[in-house]
């Protein structure tokens, strides 16, 4: 019952801007908490959330782009790619290769993509965590400008 009667009044307080903007929280707990007023309830914070994060950059003017070889952290894998054809019909094929004894073997299959200008990606949702792998990227027919990122979900 006097848990009801707080948030009630809190909930008024806070539409009729009584409360200083500090104390006007996402929710009645937060805001009762940031007032002085202790309701005894157990406020916990958002879990850490899960992001991209890049292993690799890089872009080039010519017509390949090939990546150094980076560790994977992750399963999942993506590959984000920027490429410019200037209207002349120029697409971009991407892949992973992956690294076993020294040597690069491919590891997805190609993915060809138009050169609009807007961001491409190609995910891998199974990829080898701790296994070493790179981005191959060519365009066709023509060379042009082409950036492109690896990066890991996690």
Known sequence: MMRKLI????????????LAPAAQ??????????????VGVNIKAPAAADRWFT?????TKGKTLIGPGRN???RVLQAVIQCWSGGDGTRA??????????????????????????????????????????????LSPKSHTVMAWMQNYG
């Open 7 to 18: 948030y009630t009044i809190a909930t008024g307080a806070i539409t009729a801007g009584l």
């Open 25 to 38: 929280a996402s929710t009645p707990e937060l805001a009762l908490a940031s007032a002085g007023t202790s």
């Open 55 to 59: 292993l690799w950059s890089g872009q």
């Open 72 to 74: 994977n952290k992750a």
């Open 93 to 138: 094929t991407v892949r992973f290769d992956r690294r076993r004894l020294g040597v690069y073997y491919r590891a997805s299959k190609p993915r060809t993509f138009p050169c609009d200008g807007t961001k491409k990606y190609y995910r891998v949702s199974s990829a080898r965590i701790g296994t070493v792998y790179r981005v191959n990227l060519w």
